[in-house]
Structure formats: C-alpha cells, structure tokens
C-alpha cells in the first residue's frame, strides 16, 4: 500500500522556469509534510517542510503547497537552476505515536541549460 | 555535511553471510531510522529506534534486525543475505520527541550481495 504517491517519475524544466513536482497521499493521520533532494550515490538532503496547520511554507526559492483536503501536496522551484537536477522525494510523518518518514517514489528533476 | 556518519561505505560480501551496518546520528537526535533504497527506486522504511526503544517498524525481514545503543548509535544487522538485498542502507535521525522535526539522512552504505 503505496502511502505517499509521485506519479510522475520524471519532468524537464528550461532553466530559469518554474519546475513543479507533485505528491498524493492517502493517510489522513500524516501532519507533517517534507520534501528531499538527492543526487545519485549520495543521502537525500532536506529542503523544506510544512505542517498540516499551513496550506504554504516558502523558503527562498522553494515553496511548498498543502491541500489537505485533496491530501496533494506540491513543490515549486523558481527560478529553476541546472543545479537542481536530482531525484526529489516527498514524505509524510505523523504524529499519532509514530514518527516515521513514509517516502513516494521519487521524481527526477532535469534542468535544461 | 548532515551530522549522521554511517559506517562502511562500501560493503561487498556472499550469499548467506551476515553485516552489520553501522549509524552514529547527528549530536542530541534521539531518533533513529533505517531506510533500504534498491535499484534507484524509493526509500522503503525498515525500522526506527527511540532513545534505545524500538518506536515503529516497517517492511522488515526477519532476517534484518536492529538495535540502538545507550550511546544512541544504531546497528542494522543483515544475515543469511541473498542477491536481493543488495541495496543501499540509509540511516537517518531527527530530535524526535513530541514535535515533527526534518530528519537528516547519512550518506548510506551500498550493500552488494555477490
């Protein structure tokens, strides 16, 4: 049972432009909110966070949208840089007795120069 | 640099052996979190270790097992290994307690199984 879902596995961006990357969950109990960067043969790296009670958080170029009542959240770059091209995860954690990080898939993020 | 130091980076050994793969987490994290990534595929979550408890465990096999010690270093032991374990090993930390907190993840041991 896939929790937390990122269907898209991968999205070209031109540099410059805004890159979105998106993620469903199913567990109403998740809180809490985080997405990953990680580039290959490397740990992922935290980028930015955002509790249920916020439907934003915005950390300079990043910022993350919640819908709760869509269970959707999204990820938006502007501007995007070639930097940026990695894997990007969302996960969810709850804070029902168990802290856990439920992962999606991933999405692989590529910034055209 | 996240502060979790996991221990070897590089891991080659046979079918049926046993490893131990080792996490020291980032100063003052009490919590502990072991993640299996195969293939480039997602992060599957094994187990997690509270100040030395056992908080939530995931897709586990019987034949992996963990512990955290009282100086809050981890431990995932892996036995009887087949080609299939072959993967990389994530630990991660985070302050837990009450509140949600960002977890910050080590470099990861690659585990290959020949």
């Known amino acids: 049972d896939q929790q937390v879902k990122q269907n898209s596995p991968s999205l070209s961006v031109q540099e410059g432009r805004i890159s979105i990357l998106n993620c469903d969950y199913t567990n109403s109990m998740f809180d809490y909110f985080l997405w990953y960067k990680k580039y290959p043969a490397e740990g992922p790296t935290f980028l930015i966070s955002?509790?249920?009670?916020?439907d934003k958080n915005e950390d300079g170029r990043f910022t993350v949208f919640l819908n709760k009542s869509a269970k959707h959240l999204s990820l938006h770059i502007v501007p995007s840089q070639p930097g940026d091209s990695a894997v990007y995860f969302c996960?969810?954690?709850?804070?029902?007795?168990?802290?856990?990080?439920?992962f999606g898939t991933g999405t692989r993020l590529k910034v055209l120069a | 640099d996240s502060g979790v130091t996991q221990t070897p980076k590089h891991l080659i050994t046979a079918t049926g052996q046993r490893v131990t793969l080792r996490c020291s987490p980032r100063?003052?994290?009490?919590?502990v979190y072991w993640y299996q990534q195969s293939l480039d595929q997602g992060l599957q979550f094994l187990i997690q270790?509270?100040?030395?408890?056992?908080?939530a465990k995931g897709n586990i096999l019987e034949r992996f097992s963990a512990q955290q010690f009282p100086d809050l270093h981890s431990e995932l032991n892996l036995s009887s290994l087949e080609l299939g374990d072959s993967a990389l090993y994530f630990c991660?930390?985070?302050?837990?307690?009450?509140?949600?907190?960002?977890?910050?993840f080590g470099q990861g041991t690659r585990l290959t199984v020949v």
């Open positions: 270790y509270y100040n030395g408890e056992e908080r």
């Open positions: 100063s003052g994290d009490l919590s």
């Open positions: 955002i509790s249920s009670i916020k």
């Open positions: 991660a930390s985070s302050a837990g307690g009450l509140m949600n907190t960002e977890a910050f």
């Open positions: 996960a969810a954690s709850g804070s029902s007795g168990t802290y856990k990080y439920i």
